[in-house]
């Protein structure tokens, strides 16, 4: 959509804003970190009682949509290799195993899903390598690329209209669609922020080495997808109605390295599988812990005997049907509506997160808390500048609607119906259970403290410095 150098600023400048939404849970969840908390037990606690409901239903239906969402690109892949196979066929088996998946106990999602990780780590330090290589002219086909693709077709590209306009209109829509790459996952940092050792000590330090795994694994990323592929390659996903692979097996392919496009897309394809398994579960918990706390029928708090909350699974796993979505429209269209709703319930995520930590922030000052275990040096910069952004963003989300030839009633909605989904949400607990709370906590009754002595007393002491293979097994 964009070119080569769009996607590599468009990811240097999302590493930033995240950046300042990582800095901000970080400095919450390591003050006090609840275990199976999350952002919306932190908008309850700081904010009001109405921020943090919402947030907790945007919550499980986002997680809930990013299943068929992930079905759908992997039903996408997989007509790389059986074009001719029908598309139900397909997604009805990626649905099967999903849930059947979830239906076990968590200790077996947990060995899968370690070992899935482990793949995904190493498929993209391989894939890093291999750029090297190409880029090097150290693949069969021996042609030095270098930074021939910023030549031709170019290092930036129109889209939509013509001239600066389009040139406009392509970085606008290389930043709207990236978002997705980076969704919801710094808020996965509150959610085990909790469940770790010594989380107060510990939960900074996996907040700041998370900046380096952005770096390294979406900006490095992206700097090697613009090297080694033409942004004009027909069969990149989006390049038309039929493309089905990823930039990375159009590279080996271009390259002349025989099967490697297979396996990669074998292993985007276990990704992609791995992602909707992870947020199936994530859905179910989060439904379960509404129910929990009140905020949800009380139906969903309902376990086997291991453990497993079956009607909130059951009510998670429903939403997967969308996927057959994919039966009457082409699945890159289907794809891009799901892009859309989880986008915008990123943007309205990293927005709620910005303004909880700054009413978190005076909190702190105003009760005179000085002994929190991390302060970030980029705050509160941060969180009004990346609170600033992604508003913007919510409000650009579906801009593409709006230029002239291009309306398209499907993509407004995608685009815009979780904001009233989540006001509907918030005010229509705001005036019924929450119509005797403040809008606002004043900062002098925010609660900071219960809860504090028994985190500190559970804290163990600080472990000896870390040697190269602990650090090594750190960063992996």
């Given amino acids: 959509m964009g070119g080569p150098i769009f996607l590599l600023v468009v990811y240097l400048f999302l590493t930033v804003l995240v950046f300042g939404i990582v800095t901000a849970t970080t400095e919450m969840s390591s003050y006090i970190p ?28 986002i997680f809930a949509i990013t299943v068929p969402a992930e079905i759908t690109i992997s039903n996408v892949i997989i007509r ?9 066929v397909w997604l009805t088996l990626l649905m099967v195993v999903i849930v059947g998946l979830n239906c076990f106990p968590v200790s077996v999602y947990g060995e899968t899903e370690f070992w899935f990780a482990s793949l995904k780590v190493f498929g993209i330090i391989g894939l890093l390598f291999m750029a090297v290589v190409i880029i090097l002219g150290g693949a069969p086909s021996h042609d030095r690329l270098g930074f021939r693709y910023w030549k031709d077709p170019g290092p930036v590209n129109e889209y939509l209209v013509s001239g600066d306009a389009g040139r406009f209109f392509a970085f606008l829509g290389t930043l709207v669609f990236s978002v997705f790459a980076f969704a919801f996952a710094p808020e996965l940092l509150v959610v085990t922020g909790g469940e770790m050792e010594s989380p107060r ?18 900006c490095l990323g992206a700097l090697a997808v613009g090297l080694i592929v033409p942004s004009n390659a027909k069969d990149l996903f989006g390049g038309g109605s039929d493309s089905s692979a990823s930039p990375w097996a159009i590279a080996s392919r271009l390259a002349g390295i025989k099967v490697l496009d297979s396996i990669i897309n074998g292993v985007i394809l276990a990704s992609a599988w791995s992602a909707g398994n992870s947020y199936l579960y994530l859905a179910s918990r989060a439904l379960y812990s509404m129910a929990l706390a009140g905020d949800a ?8 005997e291991s453990g497993i909350p079956y009607n909130a699974l059951a009510m998670s796993a429903s939403l997967s049907l969308l996927s057959y979505l994919n039966l009457s429209s082409t699945g890159q269209t289907v794809f891009n509506w ?19 930590y700054l009413r978190f922030r005076k909190a702190t000052f ?7 275990p991390y302060r970030s040096i980029f705050q509160p910069v941060m969180a009004y500048f990346s609170g600033g952004m992604f508003f913007l963003l919510m409000i650009f989300n579906g801009f593409k609607v709006f230029v002239k030839g291009y309306w398209n009633t499907s993509s407004f909605l995608t685009s815009y119906i979780g904001i009233l989904i989540f ?13 005797h709370d ?32 602990q650090k090594w097994r750190a960063v992996f």
């Avoid at 199976?36 to 945007?58: H, V």
């Avoid at 105003?366 to 929190?372: C, F, G, M, S, Y």
Wanted: hydrophobic letters at 40%; proline letters at 8%; glycine letters at 6%.
């Fill in 438 to 469: 403040p809008w606002v906590i004043h900062p002098l009754d925010v609660d900071m403290h219960t809860g504090l002595e028994e985190i500190i007393a559970s804290e163990l002491p600080p472990k000896p410095r870390e040697k190269w293979h």
């Fill in 423 to 435: 006001l509907v949400f918030y005010l229509g607990h705001k005036f019924s259970r929450g119509k």
């Fill in 297 to 304: 029928p009380k139906i969903f708090t309902k376990c086997t």
């Fill in 80 to 88: 790389y290799w059986s074009p001719d196979v029908h598309p139900a």
């Fill in 201 to 218: 000590r510990n939960l900074p330090t996996a907040g700041k080495r998370y900046f380096y795994r952005l770096v390294i694994f979406y």
């Fill in 34 to 61: 609840v275990p199976g908390s999350s952002m919306s037990y932190y908008g309850k606690r700081f904010f009001s009682p109405s921020l943090g409901f919402a947030l907790g239903w945007m919550y499980w239906y």
């Fill in 338 to 356: 799901f892009v859309n709703l989880i986008n915008t319930g990123a943007y309205q995520s990293w927005f709620a997160v910005c303004i909880i």
């Fill in 366 to 372: 105003a009760q005179d808390i000085t002994d929190l």
